[in-house]
C-alpha cells in the first residue's frame, strides 16, 4: 500500500485504547498520518466526513446489530468507489446467525461483495467480523448499452410450385348459364308515384285519374249504415285498409252487421 491511503477508523465507544488500535490495525499496512478516527460513532451526521475520500473503513462497536443501514449509508458516502469496509461487533449466536444481519444492512446500504464473516475470540468476548467493498460505479453513473439488432423477419407470400405453372385454370365465364345472362326487368314506376288503394294526383297525366273515374262509385245509403256489409272484409277495419272507391271511406271502423254509430261531434269541423 502506498502512503495516499486514506483509511477510517470509527467506533461506539467515545473514546478509543491504544490497545484496541493497535489490533484492529494489526496487519494493515496503513499511514498514520493517512488515518482519521471517528468516536461515538452512533451520533454521526450526514456530511460528517468529507464524501468520498477514504479508501479502507474499519466500524467497531460494544453491542450486536450496532451497524444499521443509516449508520453504514453515511460511512458508504465518506468512501472511494471500490474501497473496502470492515465491521467488528459482539456475535449474537453462531456464525450465521451473527452475520446474516450484517450482511443483509450492507447489502441495502448499497454494498457488494460480502464475506461469509469469521468468529474471532477477544478478551471482550467472541467477535463477528464481515467485510464488504462499495461499488466501483457511483450514483448517477451512465453507461451505453449496445443492443443487438433484431433479425429480419421474411414476410410469407404465396407462390406456385414449378408443376404447377401448366395447370389448366377454369374460366370463370363458364360458371354463368344463360338465364344468369338476361337483363333483370326493370319495374316501371309511377310518374304520380301514387300507390294502390290512393287517388291520383292533382293534373295526373299517367292515366290513373281516368281509371278512377269510370270506376262506378256505390253512394252510401241509410241500409248500409244500419246493417253494414263488405264484400272485401276490409271496409270495418278503418280508411287505412278501404279500397278507393268505399263507401265507407271517411267513417270510423266498425263491427260487420251491427250499426253504425257516429258522435255528435263527428260533423264538427275542427277548431
Known amino acids: 500500500m502506498n502512503g495516499t491511503t486514506q483509511t477510517v477508523v470509527l467506533h461506539s465507544a467515545p473514546y478509543l485504547s491504544g490497545s484496541f488500535?493497535?489490533?484492529?490495525?494489526?496487519?494493515?499496512?496503513?499511514?498514520?498520518?493517512?488515518?482519521?478516527?471517528?468516536?461515538?460513532?452512533?451520533?454521526?451526521e450526514p456530511n460528517a466526513l468529507p464524501q468520498q475520500t477514504f479508501d479502507k473503513a474499519f466500524s467497531s462497536a460494544h453491542s450486536s446489530g450496532y451497524h444499521n443501514t443509516v449508520l453504514l449509508g453515511l460511512i458508504a458516502a465518506a468512501l472511494k468507489p471500490g474501497a473496502a469496509l470492515t465491521l467488528r461487533e459482539p456475535a449474537s449466536g453462531g456464525l450465521n446467525e451473527s452475520a446474516a444481519p450484517l450482511k443483509k444492512a450492507l447489502l441495502l446500504a448499497g454494498f457488494v461483495d460480502s464475506t461469509d464473516g469469521k468468529l474471532m475470540n477477544t478478551s471482550q468476548g467472541q467477535l463477528i467480523c464481515v467485510s464488504a467493498n462499495k461499488p466501483q460505479y457511483t450514483v448517477g453513473a451512465k453507461a451505453s448499452i449496445t443492443l443487438?439488432?433484431?433479425?429480419?423477419?421474411?414476410?410469407?407470400?404465396?407462390?406456385?410450385?414449378?408443376?404447377?405453372?401448366?395447370?389448366?385454370?377454369?374460366?370463370?365465364?363458364?360458371?354463368?348459364?344463360?338465364?344468369d345472362r338476361q337483363k333483370p326487368a326493370v319495374i316501371a314506376m309511377d310518374d304520380c308515384e301514387v300507390g294502390a288503394g290512393k287517388k291520383a294526383c292533382k293534373n295526373c297525366t299517367c292515366g290513373r285519374a281516368d281509371a278512377e273515374a269510370a270506376v262506378q262509385k256505390v253512394d252510401?245509403?241509410?241500409?248500409?249504415?244500419?246493417?253494414?256489409?263488405?264484400?272485401?272484409?276490409?271496409?270495418?277495419?278503418?280508411?287505412?285498409?278501404?279500397c278507393s272507391s268505399c263507401p265507407y271511406r271517411g267513417l270510423p271502423s266498425f263491427e260487420m252487421g251491427k250499426k253504425i254509430e257516429l258522435g255528435s261531434d263527428f260533423l264538427t269541423a275542427d277548431a
Open 21 to 44: 488500535l493497535e489490533n484492529t490495525l494489526q496487519g494493515q499496512d496503513i499511514n498514520l498520518r493517512q488515518l482519521t478516527i471517528v468516536t461515538g460513532s452512533a451520533s454521526l
Open 148 to 179: 443487438k439488432p433484431k433479425a429480419e423477419t421474411k414476410r410469407a407470400s404465396w407462390t406456385l410450385a414449378a408443376d404447377e405453372d401448366d395447370e389448366e385454370l377454369l374460366d370463370e365465364d363458364e360458371l354463368l348459364t344463360e338465364e
Open 220 to 242: 252510401l245509403s241509410q241500409d248500409m249504415l244500419e246493417n253494414p256489409q263488405s264484400a272485401c272484409g276490409s271496409c270495418g277495419l278503418g280508411d287505412a285498409f278501404r
